[in-house]
């Protein structure tokens, strides 16, 4: 069954450092997204992307994030200089059509 | 803006007791969608409701979606260890639109043997 996947599976950073975190979507999967869950609480919405552009973002995805479709293959969330508040785990999703989303396992991002 | 609400946020049960989890928006919702997320795991989509008053199931779990599209349930049946995890409703922010989903703060079921 097809899956949507991510790397790393955990990152360590300092604060001020930049961290890129990759996820490969399902390969016919037309809508993209990224999530992130602080240890013990609910799931945060980022960002959705689709047709290679933002569709819509969260109060959270400020200046010091972006995302990119590189190829046809990758989607990437870039955070440019990482705050300690950073740390949480980051979710990739991606859906067909605009429903039914398909998580990845996430990105441990610890920063110290 | 939009918020979505679950009680409770933790339940207790023994194995084989039933288990509820309720979800309402602060707006009304085009759909709503429930997800589990086993300890240590990502959320996995479990179904989608569209229509007013929809009900939905699947073996011991069975859904519904309010007749104002604002509030929705799970219901387990006979839980089993298996059902251990954090159930969640989402809804997404804006009708249609490739645009993320609100989550709910979440349900968390523990099961005693």
């Known amino acids: 069954e097809p899956e949507v996947t991510q790397t790393p599976s955990h990152q360590v950073t300092q604060m001020g450092q930049e961290v890129i975190l990759r996820c490969v979507p399902i390969s016919n999967h037309l809508y993209f997204y990224w999530y992130r869950q602080i240890l013990g609480q609910k799931v945060e919405f980022l960002v959705s992307f689709y047709n290679n552009e933002i569709s819509e973002k969260s109060e959270i995805f400020d200046d010091q994030f972006s995302v990119e479709r590189p190829d046809g293959s990758n989607f990437t969330l870039k955070i440019r200089s990482t705050k300690l508040e950073d740390s949480a785990m980051y979710f990739c999703a991606s859906s067909y059509a605009i429903y039914e989303q398909y998580f990845g396992p996430g990105t441990r991002l610890t920063v110290t | ?113």
């Open chain 2, 1 to 113: 803006g939009q918020q979505v609400m679950q009680i409770p946020q933790y339940q207790h049960v023994q194995e084989g007791e039933d288990f509820t989890t309720y979800c309402n928006s602060s707006t009304t919702l085009s759909n709503i969608q429930w997800y589990k997320q086993r300890p240590g795991g990502h959320p996995v989509f479990l179904i989608q409701l569209v229509k007013s008053g929809e009900v939905k199931k699947q073996k011991r779990l069975t859904f519904q979606f309010g007749e104002a599209k604002k509030n929705s349930s799970l219901h387990i049946t006979a839980t089993q260890t298996t059902d251990v995890g954090t159930y969640f409703c989402a809804g997404p922010m804006r009708k249609g639109g490739a645009d993320g989903l609100t989550f709910g703060k979440g349900t968390h079921l523990i099961i005693q043997p």
